[in-house]
Nanobody
Framework: QVQLVESGGGLVQPGGSLRLSCAAS????????MGWYRQAPGKQRELVAR???????NYADSVKGRFTISRDYAKNTVTLQMTSLKPEDTAVYHC???????????????WGQGTQVTVSS
C-alpha cells in the first residue's frame, strides 16, 4: 500500500503565508509526478500545482506567482509554499502522486486525506 500524509494547513489572514508538506510512504518503487489539488465547498476539485520527475512544473493561473511547488526526490515529499493568500484560496488541499509499487507495475494515482486551509481575517 501507498500512503500520502499532508501537513501544514491552518488559519491565516489574507496576505499571509502557509507551507504545506506531503510525504509518501509504503510500497514505492518509483514516483512520477506529485501535485496539489484543492476543493472548496460546493466546487469541484481543481489542480493547484504539479511537479514531474523532470522538475517541470505547472500551476493554476489563479496561483501563479504566489505559490511554489518543490520536491525532495530522496524523501518522496512534495511541498507547496503559499504566499499572498486570498480568501478564495480557502479549501481542502489534497496531495497526490503517481506511484509505481514495483518494477513491472503501472503508475497509479494515490491521494492524501487533505488538509484544511482557511484564509480569513
Amino acid at each position: 500500500q501507498v500512503q500520502l500524509v499532508e501537513s501544514g494547513g491552518g488559519l491565516v489572514q489574507p496576505g499571509g503565508s502557509l507551507r504545506l508538506s506531503c510525504a509518501a510512504s509504503g510500497s514505492i518503487f518509483s514516483i512520477n509526478a506529485m501535485g496539489w489539488y484543492r476543493q472548496a465547498p460546493g466546487k469541484q476539485r481543481e489542480l493547484v500545482a504539479r511537479i514531474r520527475n523532470s522538475g517541470s512544473t505547472n500551476y493554476a493561473d489563479s496561483v501563479k506567482g504566489r505559490f511554489t511547488i518543490s520536491r525532495d526526490y530522496a524523501k518522496n515529499t512534495v511541498t507547496l509554499q503559499m504566499t499572498s493568500l486570498k480568501p478564495e484560496d480557502t479549501a481542502v488541499y489534497h496531495c497526490n502522486a503517481d506511484v509505481k509499487r514495483y518494477i513491472n507495475d503501472w503508475y497509479s494515482t494515490y491521494w492524501g486525506q487533505g488538509t484544511q486551509v482557511t484564509v480569513s481575517s
